[in-house]
């Protein structure tokens, strides 16, 4: 993969971060497409997500998925999420 972006999200507090975690984490893997990959690790209360890509066509769309997928895992989470 030729191109690459780190996406990090910083919350409040550690048990924050890991309902953000893991409620994304099941589409490591998931999403489909031989252009771009991702990985996902929490640290704290800051989720990062690692994202390779073929193209930069393919990376835009990828930082757009995670970014998405990220927005809603922090609204479900309630207001402090």
């Keep these: 993969m030729d191109h ?3 996406l990090s ?3 409040l507090d550690a048990e924050r971060a ?3 975690e893991r409620s ?3 589409e490591i893997g998931e999403i489909g497409g031989d252009r771009t990959t991702a990985s996902l690790r929490r640290e ?3 989720v990062t997500v690692e994202i390779a890509a073929a193209d930069i066509v393919a990376l835009r769309a990828g930082c757009n998925t995670w970014n998405t997928l990220v927005s809603v895992a922090e609204r479900a989470g309630g207001p402090d999420a």
Aim: aromatic fraction near 14%.
């Design 4 to 6: 690459d972006a780190v």
């Design 9 to 11: 999200f910083e919350y």
């Design 18 to 20: 890991r309902r953000v």
């Design 24 to 26: 994304v984490r099941p």
């Design 44 to 46: 704290d209360a800051t």
